[in-house]
């Protein structure tokens, strides 16, 4: 790190300067939050169509195997494998977590909590680059020799560990270091996110004063940090069985398989959670805004929270039910899990109650935001059956978890995303967005999202396991009915990827031909709408104060129904 | 890390605002929580594959030297003492205070050469890091604490460089922060030296 | 509802099925319910002209207990299920019942070879059968199974019995299954493990009594025996093969 | 919400009860010593961070006390 500090270190005179910039340097070089913001998002949107493009791939090869897939050619075993793996690990690594986290984070914590930048500018523009580091090295492992690597996102060894076994020697390695450099990016951008929103508050923002997003990004970068370390560690012991020979992992040198499944598991689970917290947080901005009422119990909903969090680091080992741990430890871990559906229930039910009395407005992002909730109730209730250890026996690999985990993290990253970006989108371009065409949008990715991940449900509970890249070798599952719910599933993803080329029309042209944005659009009470859109550099003119908290709508005695945060009384 | 308590990082522009405590100390803070974990995951696996060994160390594999390295360790926990000792001075006496930091940054450097000349030592005897799982272990652990051992020197260089220099001044903050991460360094030290030598 | 998809082959593949059951009953109401009330509150609080939404910030108890009385229910419920899922799990995974046969399971990439204990009932021993990708068992007898692994991790996973287990290198992992079912069902290797992970299923084949079972071990040491599991993908093939190449047939005819 | 811990301690105390009682029947067959210390790491593991969060939720808590006092006074 010391070493990347030294070449950085050149640009920093051009950083925080106030003259006319460059297009370079501004775009690329910029330490502005916003920019930083925006650099992440765009990656993280080009991550998306490459995950969506890989997901595109093998789900074709399902349904049609052997045949040659149109844009992308024939999927082989060690193809399909690699596909999945970098589907994961590309749209939880590479999209959830810098859209969810870094994108929104970046641009709504200054502009939320009232001041002018991150705490640690230069911090954040370096994460930045890290990141695109680790995107770059992604890449590289796709292309070199032996192909990408293909043991899953969970890369469990042996098989991750020993060239012999998954035959992709420096993919296995490269993709492993990609995964690292992009875990110290999300480091030094969370150490900066929880240090801005804890330090950078503008005067009179009490922590109930707060908005409810900006604390998830801030809990979840906690928990991010708190759960990374073990996997760093067992990323670094991973890599040295890979390239110096070491045999942590690898039994037939006396090390222990199943401890990478714990340190990896360690964090694979909180990471669930880091990324849903901002997600909710999301949902809550918009939910109050669109339906002009106050959160149901923001501070029931801040402690749920908090409780979440905790209860996210003992459930971990619910992965590993039948992996070979002792059976009388999976009861201890089954009642965790189960325990933490309770603080998400209660968030959820709050949520619900916030549309009670409301004067809800159908606008395109609370059509996302409402899309969430019953997307991610979907995810969350089969959840249960996964977490009964005893049930898991039987689901444990197979489709049931697929379309379980999709049902939760495709709210989460995909329409979370979605719903923050019609909201924000004013703010982060100055322009509206096309509000048929965001309908038209929405309609078209919640519906046949449901037709590729119901039917999935099925072929779970038939017993189908997962990563197969064709089912003729178990003739149990190479029946006729379900090679047609594998098609079905197939058409629906189709349908899904082809109608976001609407979004992508939406979302370029508006940036130039759209209506020009007030400050304000959605009548909101943050503080990101006090400002211009899009906000110059350095965002206030004057630093505001803060006199009551985020979601003061529909105030009796008021004559409108918003009360913005820095307003003083306004009787 | 030494990138969050190097003292070249802007402070904050917007320091008028009262901060809960000087975010370096706080960035030090969370990073340190992170830091806990990761050691924590390393003495984890130790113990796991430890645990799993039939004979430890194995057979034929040299033992590690206890008592020199005790001896080391005293050398760290001194430096520990010179900074509590130089932060402590650091408003009132500032040639006093730069004297006891340098030598804080001399005696980690001891440390360091010490445990490097140690390992050179061993290498020699034969215990490698492909030689056993139990020289796997020792090479990864001692080695993640040297090279954060490393990393805490940089901060502390960084910080007496400023203090030397008169464009820039060094705050108590900043020197504070450099004094978390050192205590931590050091105070993970003993866990580790009586997991891996002693037990 | 397990049973409608897959055969319900060993003993306790009905209790797993009944726990699935009775978490869709409890989820299920939980589900529509809430689904119910938003679609009411999105309903009934829609915008209209001239009405304004009520100020209710959920903080007092009279408001709390809207969302708190539901969320205790959850609790119990939640109980339920931990009290009925801790009974199978113990049943099927910490309780080992006498054993009247044993196989011994080993997984390699990527295949998988059985060992049968042969009429002794040992493992180990001289009068050892060892196949390939065939496993046979007797109706009504209780197995004992030891997983092996010669180089990665593998699954070993029956879904008629509702049986799934990682298999480890290094370790033997101990379990039973007690077959209640005479038929011929899928292996599966549930955990990725490597170029060959598709291709490494295996055959499993309950027979009725001892005389079949006899024959077919009798046909496996005079290397008489066809393979059920190379039968059963031929078969297989034929009736794939038949199939039209063109793309949109293919995706006609699967409808 | 009173009723929670409670309900909690009880479902965990019943589940404990299995480990006296009885042996572990279906257990992979490495050593005792393994089995331990997967317990204890597995425990470690996860109280740590759970400390380390509660410790931190504290320290900031009296840190914005004292920053409101000031602000009072």
């Known amino acids: ?571 | 890390m030494i990138l969050l308590v190097a003292p070249e990082i802007p402070a904050n522009s917007n320091a008028e605002r009262r901060q809960l405590v000087s975010s370096s100390i706080f960035a030090t803070v969370i990073l340190i929580m992170t830091e806990v974990m990761f050691f924590a995951a390393l003495i984890s696996a130790y113990m796991i594959i430890r645990s799993g060994a039939e004979e430890w160390p194995p057979w034929g594999q040299p033992r590690l030297p206890v008592f020199a390295t005790a001896l080391n360790s005293l050398t760290l926990l001194a430096s520990a003492f010179c900074l509590h000792r130089s932060v402590k001075v650091f408003s009132s006496q500032s040639s006093q205070s730069k004297q006891l930091l340098a030598l804080t940054i001399a005696l980690g450097t001891v440390f360091v050469s010490v445990q490097g000349y140690e390992w050179v030592q061993l290498i020699s005897f034969g215990l490698t890091i492909t030689s056993s799982t139990y020289g796997g272990v020792f090479y990864l652990i001692i080695g993640a604490h040297g090279l954060h051992v490393i990393g805490g020197l940089l901060a502390l260089l960084a910080c007496l460089r400023r203090l030397n220099s008169t464009s820039q001044q060094l705050t108590i903050d900043n020197l504070r922060a450099a004094q978390i991460f050192w205590y931590f360094v050091v105070g993970v030290w003993p866990v580790l030296y009586t997991l891996v030598y002693l037990l | 509802m397990i049973e409608y998809f897959v055969p319900s082959a060993s003993t306790y593949a009905g209790d797993i099925d009944f726990l699935f059951d009775m978490i869709t009953v409890i989820v299920g109401f939980w589900f529509v319910m809430v689904l119910a009330v938003m679609t009411y509150f999105m309903v009934r609080f829609r915008r209209k002209e001239g009405v304004r939404a009520s100020y209710i910030s959920g903080d007092p108890h009279s408001q709390k207990k809207w969302t708190h009385y539901p969320h205790y229910s959850v609790i119990a419920l939640d109980v339920v299920i931990i009290v009925f899922t801790v009974m199978v799990w113990v049943d099927v995974k910490q309780t080992l019942p006498q054993a009247e046969d044993k196989i011994r399971v080993v997984g390699q990439q990527w295949s998988w070879f059985f060992i049968h204990s042969g009429p002794d009932g040992k493992l180990g021993t001289e009068d050892d059968v060892s196949t390939v990708n065939d496993l046979h068992v007797k109706k009504d007898t209780v197995y004992h199974f030891e997983l092996e692994s010669r180089d990665v991790l593998h699954n070993f996973s029956v879904p008629a019995f509702r049986l799934r287990q990682d298999t480890i290198p290094g370790r033997t992992i101990t379990g039973w299954f007690e077959p209640n079912k005479t038929g011929v069902y899928d292996i599966q290797c549930a955990e990725i493990c490597g170029y060959g992970h598709g291709i490494m299923g295996a055959t499993i084949v309950v027979h009725e009594d001892q005389q079949s079972y006899d024959a077919a071990m009798e046909s496996i040491r005079n290397r008489t025996y066809e393979s059920d599991y190379q039968k059963r993908l031929q078969k297989m093939t034929v009736s794939t093969a038949s199939n039209s190449e063109s793309f949109t047939d293919k995706l006609l005819s699967s409808f | 919400m009173k009723a929670v811990p409670a309900i909690v301690i009880t479902g965990l105390a019943s589940l404990f009860l299995h480990f006296d009682v009885q042996a572990c029947a279906v257990c992979f067959s490495s050593s005792e010593n393994t089995r331990a210390a997967f317990y204890l790491t597995t425990a470690f593991l996860t109280v740590l961070p759970v400390a380390m969060l509660i410790g931190g939720f504290y320290w900031v808590r009296k840190l914005q006390q004292k920053h409101d006092a000031v602000d009072q006074s």
């Open chain 1, 1 to 571: 790190m010391g070493q990347t500090t030294v070449t950085h270190d050149s640009h920093a005179a051009h950083g925080h300067d106030h003259h006319e910039q460059s297009f370079i340097m501004k775009y690329f070089f910029s330490t502005d939050h916003k920019i930083i913001g925006l650099q992440y998002m765009f990656t993280g949107m080009f991550m998306a169509i490459v995950g969506g493009y890989f997901a595109y791939a093998f789900r074709m090869q399902l349904a049609f195997p052997g045949m040659e897939v149109p844009l992308y050619g024939t999927v082989g075993p060690g193809q399909y494998n690699m596909l999945i793996t970098n589907h994961g690990a590309i749209m939880i690594f590479w999209v959830a977590m810098p859209v969810l986290i870094a994108a929104f984070g970046n641009i709504l914590i200054p502009l939320m909590i009232g001041c002018d930048d991150m705490v640690f500018p230069r911090l954040n523009r370096l994460s930045y680059q890290i990141f695109l580091l680790s995107v770059v090295v992604l890449f590289m492992s796709f292309f070199v020799q032996g192909g990408g690597f293909g043991g899953a996102w969970t890369s469990y060894p042996p098989l991750s560990a020993v060239a012999e076994y998954n035959l992709t020697d420096w993919g296995a390695s490269l993709w492993l270091i990609a995964v690292a450099l992009e875990f110290v990016a999300f480091l030094i951008g969370g150490i900066n996110f929880v240090t801005t929103s804890m330090n950078a508050r503008a005067p009179g923002m009490r922590m109930t004063d707060i908005p409810i997003v900006v604390w998830m990004i801030v809990l979840a970068s906690i928990m991010f940090m708190a759960s990374v370390g073990p996997l760093i560690a067992g990323s670094v012991m991973l890599l040295m069985d890979q390239r110096v020979g070491t045999t942590f992992f690898v039994p037939s040198g006396g090390g222990d398989p199943v401890l990478w499944q714990h340190l990896f598991w360690f964090f694979g689970h909180p990471e669930v959670y880091v990324v849903l917290l901002p997600a909710l947080g999301i949902v809550a901005e918009i939910m109050t805004t669109f339906a002009r009422k106050k959160l149901f119990g923001y501070k029931t909903i801040l402690y749920t929270t908090f409780a979440t969090g905790g209860l996210a680091f003992v459930v971990w080992a619910h992965h590993q039910f039948i992996a070979g741990i002792d059976p009388r430890m999976a009861n201890i871990f089954l009642v965790t899990t189960l325990l933490i559906s309770i603080p998400i229930a209660e968030i959820l039910f709050s949520y619900v109650a916030t549309l009670y009395g409301g004067s809800i407005e159908f606008r395109t992002p609370m059509l996302w935001a409402l899309g969430f909730l019953v997307t991610f109730l979907l995810g969350g209730v089969t959840g249960i059956y996964l977490g009964s250890s005893a049930l898991d026996i039987y689901f444990h690999d197979s489709y049931f978890v697929i379309a379980h985990f999709h049902s939760t993290f495709f709210p989460i990253a995909i329409i979370g995303m979605f719903a923050g970006l019609y909201h924000w989108y004013p703010k982060m371009f100055g322009r509206m967005m096309d509000e048929t065409l965001g309908k038209i949008h929405f309609w078209g990715t919640i519906i046949p999202f449901n037709g590729i991940f119901l039917p999935l449900f099925l072929v779970g509970m038939a017993g189908q396991h997962r990563r197969i890249y064709n089912f003729q070798h178990f003739p149990d599952l190479a029946t006729a009915d379900l090679q047609g719910i594998r098609v079905f599933a197939t058409v629906s993803l189709v349908t899904m990827l082809l109608f976001q080329f609407v979004f992508a029309y939406n979302f370029f042209v508006s940036m130039f031909k759209g209506e020009k944005a007030p400050a304000n659009p959605w009548k909101s009470n943050t503080l990101e709408w006090t400002v211009p859109s899009p906000p110059p550099h350095g965002n206030f003119a004057e630093l505001p104060t803060v006199y009551r908290g985020p979601y003061e709508y529909s105030v009796p005695g008021n004559k409108e129904d918003y009360w913005p945060q820095n307003m003083p009384d306004r009787n």
